[in-house]
């Protein structure tokens, strides 16, 4: 297996998502390409010579050399606060990747795809849905997004575009937005849709409880488990 390389990023663009999230869109001079649900680490280098390091989903389409995570803020992070309150365009990082291979979305797969998220575990779900816009992809798609409230759903607007070409849910589990037909609360079986008439390929990405949680109900709901992927994330992305 060929050992990935660390690399020098230059920060491009840069805009907020939420209070506490953060999109950081870097150009990766090096870069080969990526498949949407890859992730890549990044790592910070203090004047002590200290290290630390996390892993970021990838967000953005594989399209050139430009590459967007999207960070949320860990509160006692180490990285996360740095790369969401401090960094600037024009900054430089060190990232290696692309980095994954199971958790990861082919174009030239017809689909049907379903995809659950929870909290920022949406990234590398927006990857594939953003990546099956701009390939012209005819794959039916379903995004299932759980999140607390409507201030920390991350691509508010965009999902809404989105929502033209692919069915999109949000589930809002503490506060639910003005006029919502459903009220807060954890994720259901009603949520997930009805047991399949085929079996779609299910990408699942979120804190490990939650993973496990909806994993068990799509199992209850008759997909096939060697057809659900998932990707976790704790205390290693802060």
């Known amino acids: 297996m060929r050992r990935l390389a660390w690399t020098v990023a230059q920060v491009v663009d840069a805009r907020w998502e939420t209070s506490s999230a953060r999109t950081l869109v870097l150009d990766v001079p090096e870069w080969s390409g990526h498949l949407p649900g890859q992730h890549i680490d990044v790592r910070l280098t ?16 594989p399209l050139g050399t430009r590459v967007e995570i999207t960070v949320q803020r ?8 740095y790369l969401v309150g401090v960094v600037a365009v024009g900054d430089r990082l060190e990232l290696r990747g692309p ?16 995809l659950v998220g929870g909290g920022s575990g949406v990234v590398p779900l927006m990857s594939m849905l953003r990546t099956r816009r701009a390939s012209a992809s005819t794959a039916p798609f379903h995004l299932v997004c759980s999140v607390r409230s409507p201030d920390e759903l991350l691509y508010a607007d965009e999902l809404d575009d ?5 069915r999109v849910d949000v589930v809002f589990t503490r506060e639910a ?35 496990e949680s909806v994993a068990t109900m799509l199992i209850t709901l008759g997909h096939d488990e060697r057809a659900i992927r998932t990707e976790r994330y704790g205390g290693g992305r802060g």
């Open 162 to 166: 989105l929502a033209t070409g692919a």
């Open 46 to 61: 203090a004047e002590d010579g200290y290290r630390a390091q996390r892993s970021y989903s990838i967000a953005s389409a």
């Open 99 to 114: 980095v994954g291979g199971w958790f990861a979305w082919d174009p030239r797969d017809p689909g049907p795809v379903l």
């Open 177 to 211: 937005p003005p006029g919502a037909e459903r009220p807060p609360g954890r994720l259901r079986l009603t949520d997930l849709g009805t047991a399949p008439s085929t079996q779609p390929t299910v990408y699942v990405c979120g804190p490990t409880g939650f993973v």
């Open 74 to 81: 860990a509160v006692d992070g180490e990285v996360s606060p």
